[in-house]
Structures are given as C-alpha cells and as structure tokens.
C-alpha cells in the first residue's frame, strides 16, 4: 500500500501538480444504494461529469482496457473505479481491483464510494491492497443529509427519513475511520449545495479529520435532478468551503468532475473513447438506484 506521501507525487487527484499523471476509471459498477436528489446518471458520449459513461465494462475486461490503455498514455498510474453508480453495492469493482493487484502491482488502486457499505466491506478492499479510498460525505448532520439524499438500501430493505440519514452517516464515519488507520489514503468529496450544506462544511472536515481523512474535494452543485432549480455555488462560495475544510485536512482543488469512464491526464487528451467505444453495450446492466 501506498503512502499518502507517495500518492501526492504519483496519483492525478492527491498532490499539488496532477498534470503529469494520469487514471483510467473502469465503468464497472452500474447500481447505486442511495438516492441522491442531484443525482442523474447517463449511458452517454458526450456529456462530462460524474455519473456519467458510454458502457458498463464487464468486469472480465479489466485487463485488456487497461494493457490498451496504457500504450495509448503511458502517463497513467492510477485505476480508478467511479461508477457510474456505487462502486460498493455490487461484487464488480473489488472483483476488477483484485485483478488490477494481480497484473498491475505497480499501478494505484483507487475507489469512490458515498461510503454505505464501507464498513463492512473494509476487510474485502484491504486484501486487494487499496492505496486511495474517496468518500462521498455531504453532511454529518441527519436533519442536513435527509434533505439531500432520499433512501438507502441497507441490508435488503430501502429506508428513508431520519433512520436512513443516521445509518449513512455511521457507516461513512466508520469505514473512513477503520481503512484510514489501516494506512489507506481516504479523501473526502462534498457537493456543496446553497442553501443545504453550505453552512455545514466546517463541521463536516471537522468529523472526517477526527476519522483519519488526508484530503478535501469540494464539488459544486450541478443543478439537475431533483436538484435542478438550486442554483450552482459561484467562486466566493467555494472559496469559502475551502478555507473552512482547510483548518483541518489539506484541500483538492483541481478537480475536473471527470466521467466515470475518463481515461488520461486531467484536462488533456481523453481516450475514453478509443478505449470504451467498441466494447458491447449493456444498458440492461444500468439502472438507477
Ligand atoms: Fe447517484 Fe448513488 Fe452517487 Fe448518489 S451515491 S450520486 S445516487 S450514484
Ligand atoms: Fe480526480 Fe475529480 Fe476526476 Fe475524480 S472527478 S478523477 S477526483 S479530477
């Protein structure tokens, strides 16, 4: 496992100077275990933010995309799984990583996950030696993250109201906590949302630092979904965020709110096409959570 120190020179999302390193992000994981009211996940070409990617990628050819992809830029040292749904709510990507661990042992292992099941799938994600683990966590408060996220499937049933929103914040505090003193990189990422969370940013950096997170992603609103009338934070907003969550962890301010099937380095070429254009189609293997 690689250490943070490590990481902020080599991994795109971690350190100060991303522009020479590059990640693919495998599209394996179509379903989702929330409901989040911004969210709108896309089988689509063109549109570029999260949730979005031109096919789910059966996990079997995770070792060829990655071999292709590496010719095409040899710039990539990072596999990345983003989606487009959960990466923790079905068996995919902890099954892709265990092959990237096998053929790839020099390449870093990184997961985004709104962090439901982290927990319990701890033990499973540290036998594949991850380096980087990102949570999702819009707010630590229940009141706050009810107004954000409608339900959670938790042990075969869908939950809602106040129980959903106690249980998310739990498991998202509680995994951090248990892969990050295993000596797993975890970074934070919060949709600022005006209005919902914004007041809340300070307490949130606060509860993940106490947990062992290293770093902090603020994400502005796209208002879209459920979420479509909210209008997006401007620059003063989310300078603001910044300052308040860099008293306690350091801040990730290069993101480009990549597909979740972006293959290159941040904000040069993308070859998500080259590499996922001529896989076979699965849109019976998407569906919205
Ligand atoms: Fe969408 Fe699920 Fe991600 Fe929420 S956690 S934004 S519902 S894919
Ligand atoms: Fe990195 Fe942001 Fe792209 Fe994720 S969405 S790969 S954190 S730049």
Same mark, same amino acid.
């Given at each position: ?58 996990? #079997? ?40 661990? #096998?053929?790839?042992?020099?390449? +870093?292992?990184? /997961? ?6 982290? %927990? ?22 229940? %009141?706050?993250?009810?107004? +954000?996220?409608?339900?959670? %499937? *938790?042990?075969? #049933?869908? /939950? ?61 609103? +796209? ?28 801040? %990730? ?17 993308? *070859? ?18």
């Amino acid at each position: 496992m690689k250490t943070y120190e490590t990481l902020r020179k080599l991994h795109p999302c971690l350190g100060e100077m991303p522009g020479n390193a590059g990640r693919i992000h495998l599209p394996v994981s179509p379903i989702c275990n929330l409901s989040c009211r911004y969210c709108k996940r896309s089988l689509t070409e063109d549109e570029i933010r999260p949730g979005t990617s031109r096919r789910i990628l059966p996990v #079997e050819d995770t070792v060829k995309v990655i071999r292709k992809a590496r010719l095409l830029c040899p710039e990539l040292t990072t596999v990345g799984i983003a989606g487009p749904g959960e990466a923790l709510a079905s068996p995919h990507a902890i099954e892709a990583f265990r092959l990237v661990d #096998e053929h790839f042992p020099d390449m +870093i292992k990184c /997961l985004s996950t709104n962090g439901l099941m982290l %927990f319990e799938k701890a033990e499973e994600l540290l036998q594949v030696h991850m380096d980087s683990i990102t949570v999702t966590v819009n707010a630590v408060d229940p %009141f706050v993250q009810m107004q +954000i996220n409608k339900r959670i %499937f *938790y042990h075969n #049933e869908w /939950l809602d109201g106040e129980q959903a929103a106690e249980i998310l914040i739990k498991n998202q505090l509680a995994g951090i906590k248990k892969v990050s003193e295993a000596g797993v990189t975890v970074k934070i990422n919060t949709v600022l949302i005006p209005g919902i969370n914004d007041g809340h940013i300070e307490t949130i950096a606060k509860a993940v630092a106490e947990n062992g997170a290293k770093i902090y992603n603020i994400i502005p609103l +796209i208002p879209q979904a459920d979420m479509a009338d909210i209008p997006a934070p401007g620059c003063t907003e989310i300078d603001r965020a910044r300052l308040q969550a860099g008293q306690y962890l350091d801040i %990730f301010a290069h993101c480009k709110h990549c597909r979740a099937d972006a293959v290159g380095r941040l904000g040069e070429e993308d *070859y998500g096409q080259q590499i996922y254009g001529n896989l076979a189609l699965e849109p019976n293997h998407f569906s919205h959570g």
